[in-house]
Structure formats: structure tokens, C-alpha cells
């Protein structure tokens, strides 16, 4: 086993360490986390700027024979 030593002026807060693939499984998380955060805004958005069509407009365009019973 190797031992390393880390400086305290390199550790400010706390220090965590993790294995390679945890750590990529949860950086794979965050960043579909965050791309998922941003559609919520950017549709968000939308919808108070009024460029979203509603749920029976969606359905007529994609879905014409869902939208008869609507």
C-alpha cells in the first residue's frame, strides 16, 4: 500500500476521497442532473413567455387519433 500526505494548506474544508468509479458514476449524475435542471427552466420559461402550445394542440399534431377523444 502506498501512503500519501497531503498538505493542510492544500485541504480547506473537508477531504473525500472516493474510488474512480463512484466518483464517475456520480459525476455522470450531475451532469444529467443538470442538463435536466435546465430544460425544466428553459421550459419554464416558455411557458411564461407563451411559447408552449397546449396538451390538445400537441396531441392533434402528433398523435391525431388520441385527439378526437380529448
Known sequence: ??????????????LLIIDRKSFEKISKENTELRLAIKAIVEGELALRKGRTRSFKDFLKSKFPRYAKNY
Not at 500526505?5 to 474544508?13: A, G, S, V, Y
Open 1 to 14: 500500500m502506498t501512503t500519501i500526505t497531503i498538505p493542510k494548506k492544500l485541504i480547506k474544508d473537508d
